[in-house]
């Protein structure tokens, strides 16, 4: 990229504002600030700490050699919003690539500074955390259009600079997909469930005893089952909360189900090696490896097949 854009991204990258200014009740901390504060408030965040370390041994396994910088994640609490209820399911944060920062709420009502569950906060904090070092490590490829840059590639998923993208969205409701969108964030969340799953395990944290908090810890730990759709039906039925566990519910449908889906359908009883192929290719943006893996079981041609949607070389028409 020329100079012009490449001031343009680390001008993003230095203001954030516009991303924490979509929650103007929210106060956003660092995440080690908001980890400090929480630990002079008395909570053991060593749950936290525990879980990062066992991430970035497994990370490194798949090719990732720098974990999400700390003073790069942005935690939101003590809002001034009455209701506001946090977690993994708020709407508008997570990962953004042209700021290359998080931004994420602590789990629970919102207007304090510390959680009221801190078990169940911190196992968020950490299935957060987890899968948003998965999308800073990806691998990222930009070119400058119009003087603005311009992301081509993102993992295993790429999009021309004209605009089309490589796969195509899944229809509304399907339980498949040949998203490449929705294999890599289903990718990346099943290995952050899967830490927060052992970590929960590790220091003896139990599912909560209402609804919401044992879907939520369902969710964080990846240990969902069919029968709690019917669960969520049962949760609040008006304001945040209310709206968090139907975001969660669509979440698991649209991403986590239709990601387990494809490993089973693609690669019957070697779903976790398929798993672990798509993340070391997701990490080094070359899918050579996965593609002649899976070449080796359906034909040549398997990825592109899969994924490839028919107008992606399709010439775009200017006036």
């Not at 070092?133 to 790429?158: K, S």
């Not at 909360?241 to 139907?246: C, D, I, L, P, T």
Request: aromatic share 8%; glycine share 10%; proline share 5%.
């Amino acid at each position: 990229m020329g100079a012009g854009a490449m001031a343009g991204l680390a001008a993003m990258r230095a203001d954030v504002s516009a991303l924490t200014g979509k929650h103007p009740a929210h106060v956003f901390r660092p995440l080690s600030e908001t980890l400090n504060r929480w630990a002079a408030d008395g909570i053991d965040t060593a749950p936290f700490h525990a879980g990062v370390e066992t991430a970035e041994r497994r990370y490194a396994g798949h090719g990732l050699t720098a974990m999400l910088p700390l003073d790069r994640v942005l935690v939101g609490s003590a809002s001034s919003r009455a209701d506001a209820f946090g977690g993994f399911h708020h709407p508008d944060q997570g990962y953004r690539h042209l700021q290359m920062v998080a931004v994420i709420t602590m789990y629970g009502p919102m207007e304090r500074r510390s959680p009221e569950c801190p078990a169940l906060a911190l196992l968020d904090l950490l299935r957060a955390y987890a899968h948003d070092c998965l999308h800073y490590g990806a691998r990222r490829r930009y070119v400058e259009v119009a003087g603005r840059p311009v992301r081509t590639q993102y993992g295993i998923n790429y999009r021309r600079a004209t605009g089309q993208s490589y796969s195509a969205a899944d229809r509304i409701g399907s339980r498949h997909t040949r998203n490449l969108g929705i294999v890599m964030e289903g990718a990346c969340d099943k290995e952050a469930r899967s830490i927060t799953r052992r970590t929960a395990e590790r220091f003896g944290i139990a599912e909560p005893s209402d609804t919401l908090g044992a879907l939520a810890f369902r969710d964080m730990t990846g240990t969902l089952t069919d029968e709690d759709a019917r669960r969520v039906a049962g949760a609040p039925e008006s304001g945040e909360q209310a709206r968090y566990a139907s975001a969660l519910s669509g979440y698991e449908m649209g991403v986590n189900r239709r990601y387990a889906h494809f490993l089973a359908e693609i690669t019957p009883g070697e779903e976790s090696e398929c798993h672990r192929r798509i993340l070391k290719a997701v990490i080094t943006g070359d899918v050579t490896e996965l593609g002649v893996w899976l070449d080796e079981r359906h034909g040549p041609g398997t990825f592109t097949g899969l994924f490839r949607t028919p107008g992606y070389f399709e010439p775009v028409l200017t006036a």
